[in-house]
């Protein structure tokens, strides 16, 4: 069975920092198109960004410029760094691996 799974959620203030973090034991993220996605109470799931194996990156309009996406190989890890955190960034927080696998979310909160 293969888990993903996410960490570094939590409760932070409107222009703070939080680092997330993805890994699996039973995937190689080093050969895996992988994807940070995010859904908030009452709203679809959305994508929040993307890094291929080769690590070209892609982000959602509005995290541009505040995330960064990242991958670190030799930990099978990948990582969300989102600074200037909004409000409107609250969400649960869900990793994904070749648009196929999913973890169980980790939640972030942004007060105002």
Request: charged share 15%; glycine share 10%; with cysteine.
């Given at each position: 069975?293969?888990?993903l799974?996410?960490?570094?959620?939590?409760?932070?203030?409107?222009?703070?920092s939080?680092?997330?973090?993805?890994?699996?034991?039973?995937?190689?993220?080093?050969?895996?198109?992988?994807?940070?996605?995010r859904?908030?109470?009452?709203?679809?799931?959305?994508?929040?960004?993307?890094?291929?194996?080769?690590?070209?990156?892609?982000?959602a309009?509005?995290?541009?410029?505040?995330?960064?996406?990242?991958?670190?190989?030799?930990?099978?890890?990948?990582?969300?760094q989102?600074?200037?955190?909004k409000?409107?960034?609250?969400?649960v927080?869900?990793?994904?691996?070749?648009?196929?696998?999913?973890?169980?979310?980790?939640?972030?909160?942004?007060?105002?």
């Amino acid at each position: 069975q293969v888990q993903l799974v996410e960490s570094g959620g939590g409760l932070v203030q409107a222009g703070g920092s939080l680092r997330l973090s993805c890994t699996s034991s039973r995937i190689s993220f080093s050969v895996s198109a992988m994807g940070w996605y995010r859904q908030a109470p009452g709203k679809q799931r959305e994508l929040v960004a993307t890094i291929t194996s080769g690590s070209s990156t892609n982000y959602a309009d509005s995290v541009k410029g505040r995330f960064t996406i990242s991958r670190d190989n030799a930990k099978n890890t990948v990582y969300l760094q989102m600074n200037s955190l909004k409000p409107e960034d609250t969400a649960v927080y869900y990793c994904n691996a070749r648009s196929i696998y999913w973890g169980k979310g980790t939640l972030v909160t942004v007060s105002s």
